[in-house]
């Protein structure tokens, strides 16, 4: 009988939304699903009715003709019968048809006054021979055709899901009789026509409200209804193009539903699924089954599946379906393949564990393996023990032969080191040219001395490496706990005091931690006084590094590098003042004068040329370093954006708290922040994306690997891939060959930086290569 209306079916998007402003779905599609719906429950809630609104229309009808019977023709009174009779029998039809339709995509829309049109054609049929024989009538009849038209206008309730219908049909009804009433009002009972009007008043007064109420309920209805089909559209959208899927169990943890994806993936067919023990289906997880009989949420459960394909990983997460009563019924949830992401995770995970050149765990992880050590000699009373190794002779062999050599000579000491310990305990480099072996059963000191007496041995027979014969030498610092220290940082401190004391006894040696050696610290108080001295008296230096662009090997900038000049030690490496440095707190001093040396050389330069700097992770500690670092932009009036400050990833250690923070104002300032050595330290990626570096350096190791280890190229893709993903540049250090710099250009590298293009400099030297680039260019 009665379409309301609604967008056509072409003008629909495929994808609605069930409420206005959702992101990514237009108002306009959420409004047609609602009236789509809306108009769907118009209709069924119509045709609920369509039948005892035809009857009781044909009912009463019937009455009317019966009381008309002896004062109306006979033939007209079969003729109405039939017409209300017909045109009621088509109306039913039209509804009960559309309500058989049933679905917002074929149902057809119709104008908005055409349920108001038929409601009126409707009445007018039925009251057209009442109204037309009324005052002729005797009491009786009209009584019985007022009869009739009261019941008439209450099944107009029949039509309250449409109220400008149910109203339309009240008030063409109550009109039918005021002209009836009128044309016979001579020989009327004035009571009778009150009576009518009350009557037909009060019935549109109730009528209205109640079809006002249901029409809201109608929308409620509509509105729920388009929220659940944007809900299975998006589930829908999900399964078929996510990388998840959807599963419900019931109480007893039997598959209900799960999608298509899933049963893909573990070789079985819905039928085949569907009513098992979905913990029995994914291979009797033990844990998953514990989960859902806790009937409590869980998320991001991964579990190990065996399936046609390999082994898989997968992660479920699941809620438990409460019904209205409070009664468990099941679980429902969504899961994921996470297989790719575990090895990825695991190739991380041994990035930052492993040390790229050699393959045996690197300082992170030998302070891990410390760590347990000493809790297990705690518990068992059986002391463990750290030997410190640092190679003799080494750095010479880097000058000489090169660094290609160096590497092979190291990773030679690896392996040598790896047969000599064995079982007894477990090899790691620290970095450079330092190893570690940590002895988790050391009982025995002199099982500990044979063994260091056979490193030594082993370390100083020669290395032949392309034809050439290279000699070094080890020096061992050993150090027991819990005896000599009871953390890991005490004891590494003591093993390394007594490597020193092994180098001042004349190297190839193992020195065994012992009290004496408190004395050594009376020579760092020394190398402490000298530091104080050396920033009074200008003994330190800086000399610059090149860093050329990958592109067009154009200069970009210098990285700042510190050297000590000491009056009778000569020249005094970073590598052992800086340590000293950040212990005894003078880190911060030497750390200030070296960001003002760098600006101070930088505001010479020209604008495009930057300047790097190495910072300390004890300076990062200091809340005061951006202020310093903006005073001096600010006293040399250097733009921010040309200053760079390196940092290592040994800053991921500890509490990253006040690190991150300084590390954030610094950024604010403008300057730039790289990670420098990445891949060879204990790197978290979760920092990576706080916006807070601007460039990943790739340590030298991985440069020389990559010529002839494809694991080594594997992993610089990854950093630059990884770089890229947060929109960092890569430089790569260590570049020593023209093929190392083609190799790093062709993956990616945006800057190179090492002897190819130049070794540190001095200031003057630095400023004439500028000057010398810009004279190039210009000619």
């Known amino acids: ?200 008043a009060i019935g549109i007064f109730g009528v209205t409200r109640l079809t006002q109420w249901i029409f809201a309920q109608l929308k409620v209805i509509a509105k729920t209804r388009a929220a659940a089909e944007s809900i299975r559209l998006l589930l829908k959208e999900y399964e078929h193009r996510g ?77 438990p379906v409460i019904d209205v009563t409070g009664q468990f019924q099941g679980f429902r949830g969504v899961g994921s393949d996470v297989t790719e992401v575990r090895k990825t995770q695991e190739r991380l995970t041994n990035l930052a564990n492993m040390d790229v050149l050699s393959g045996l765990p690197n300082r992170g ?47 030679s000491v690896s392996q040598r080191l790896v047969r000599e310990v064995g079982t007894i305990g477990e090899v790691g480099r620290m970095g450079g040219d330092e190893f570690a072996v940590v002895i988790r059963d050391a009982q025995s000191r002199k099982r500990v001395e044979e063994l260091a007496r056979n490193i030594i041995q082993a370390i100083a027979e020669p290395y032949f490496i392309d034809k050439a014969e290279i000699r070094i030498g080890v020096s061992i610092g050993c150090a027991f706990g819990p005896i000599d220290g009871k953390s890991v940082d005490d004891l590494i401190q003591k093993a390394d005091l007594a490597l020193y004391q092994a180098k001042d006894q004349g190297r190839g040696i193992c020195c065994f931690f012992n009290a004496e050696m408190a004395n050594e610290q009376e020579d760092r108080l020394r190398v402490e006084q000298d530091m104080r001295v050396a920033l009074a008296t200008g003994q330190f230096r800086l000399l610059f590094q090149p860093l050329i662009s990958a592109v067009d090997q154009s200069l970009m900038g210098f990285e700042a590098l510190i050297r000590w000049q000491h009056p009778t030690r000569g020249i005094v490496s970073p590598m052992e003042f800086i340590p000293l440095a950040e212990e005894t707190g003078l880190i911060m001093e030497l750390g200030d004068w070296v960001i003002d040396e760098a600006c101070r050389a930088a505001a010479v330069w020209p604008a495009g040329i930057t300047v790097a700097v190495n910072v300390s992770a004890k300076q990062l500690v200091f809340p005061a370093l951006p202020n310093t670092v903006s005073e001096a932009l600010a006293r040399h009036r250097l733009q921010a954006n040309r200053l760079e400050l390196e940092v290592t990833e040994s800053i991921f250690l500890g509490e990253n708290a006040h690190t991150l923070d300084v590390l954030q104002r610094l950024r604010a300032l403008g300057v730039g922040i790289a990670l420098d050595d990445f891949g060879t330290g204990y790197s978290s990626l979760g920092y990576l994306n706080k916006a807070v570096f601007h460039k990943l350096k790739i340590d030298g190791s991985f440069v020389r690997e990559a010529a002839d280890n494809k694991e080594a190229v594997a992993i610089i893709q990854s950093i630059v891939q990884l770089a890229k993903s947060f929109r960092m540049t890569v430089t790569a250090e260590g570049v020593e060959t023209a093929d190392d710099f083609t190799r790093m250009r062709d993956l990616g590298v945006n800057q190179i930086q090492g002897y190819l293009f130049g070794r540190p400099m001095t200031f003057d030297r630095a400023t004439e290569l500028v000057h010398g680039v810009q004279q190039r260019m210009s000619a």
């Open 243 to 319: 990388v998840g899927w959807l599963w419900q169990v019931d109480s007893e943890n039997r598959v209900i539903y799960i999608s298509s994806r899933m049963t893909g993936l573990i070789g079985r067919s819905s039928a085949q699924v569907v009513g098992h023990s979905l913990p029995a289906t994914l291979g009797g997880n033990s844990v998953l089954g514990q989960a859902l009989l806790s009937r409590q949420p869980f998320t991001n459960l991964e579990m190990e599946m065996r399936t046609r394909r390999g082994t898989r990983w997968i992660s479920l997460s699941g809620d």
């Open 1 to 200: 009988m009665y379409h309301a209306p609604v967008a056509p079916e072409s003008d629909a998007p495929e994808t609605l939304s069930a409420e206005a402003g959702e992101p990514g779905f237009t108002d306009t599609g959420s409004e047609r699903l609602r009236d789509a719906h809306l108009h769907n429950g118009q209709i069924e809630a119509r045709a609920l009715f369509a039948p005892y609104f035809a009857v009781s229309a044909v009912g009463t009808a019937g009455m009317c003709g019966w009381a008309m019977l002896d004062e109306i023709p006979v033939h007209f009174i079969i003729g109405w019968l039939a017409v209300v009779l017909f045109v009621n029998w088509v109306a039913c039809r039209h509804v009960m048809s559309a309500a058989a339709i049933g679905s917002s995509r074929t149902a057809r829309p119709r104008h908005a006054l055409f349920p108001i049109g038929e409601a009126m054609v409707l009445a007018l049929v039925w009251a057209s021979l009442p109204t037309y024989g009324f005052a002729t009538l005797p009491p009786d009849a009209q009584f019985v055709i007022g009869g009739a038209m009261a019941g008439m206008i209450v099944a107009s309730l029949s039509l309250a899901s449409v109220p400008a219908a149910a109203i339309a049909w009240i008030a063409t009804l109550t009109a039918a009789f005021c002209v009836a009433y009128f044309h016979g009002s001579e020989r009327l009972d004035l009571r009778l026509g009150l009576t009518f009007v009350m009557l037909a």
């Open 365 to 411: 992880r030998v302070r891990e393996l410390l760590g347990q050590a000493l809790d297990g000699a705690e518990a068992t009373n059986v002391p463990c023990a750290i030997m410190f190794l640092d190679l003799d002779g080494f750095k010479p062999v880097n000058d000489t032969f090169g660094h290609p050599k160096g590497d092979a000579v190291l990773k």
